[in-house]
């Protein structure tokens, strides 16, 4: 199984911009693909985007586009979330996620089934 670690949250000002990582741990990170997830109080965990295991297909929720961009480094073991024009709604706990996948594919949601612990990104009006 992969571990996962995120990094790159923090306090940005209402249309400011932040990236995240995800270090993935282990030789096995092309063999997954990757996803983000965010999920703020008192709310259900929300999908963001996904990545295939080569980065040649991304799909992204129908509200996250246009301003989130999904991208990975395999030689890197790392995915990155590069989050744009930022509103005080993003604020949430991001996390990225990890399920085996053929070459290509994005897996069903519920296959993401390794987890980051999780960095707090919090957007000021």
Do not use: H
Request: proline residues 3%.
């Amino acid at each position: 199984q992969v571990q996962l670690v995120e990094s790159g949250g923090g306090l940005v000002q209402a249309g400011g911009s932040l990236r995240l990582s995800c270090a993935a741990s282990g030789r096995t990170f092309s063999t997954y693909a990757m996803g983000w997830f965010r999920q703020a109080p008192g709310k259900e965990r929300e999908f963001i985007a996904a990545i295939s295991r080569l980065g040649g297909n991304r799909k992204y929720a129908d509200s996250m586009k246009g301003r989130f961009t999904i991208s990975r480094d395999n030689a890197k073991n790392t995915v990155y979330l590069q989050m744009n024009n930022l509103k005080p709604e993003d604020t949430a706990a991001y996390y990225c996620a990890a399920a085996p996948a053929s070459t290509g594919t994005i897996p069903f949601l519920v296959d993401f089934g390794s987890w980051g612990q999780g960095t707090q990104v919090t957007v000021s009006s």
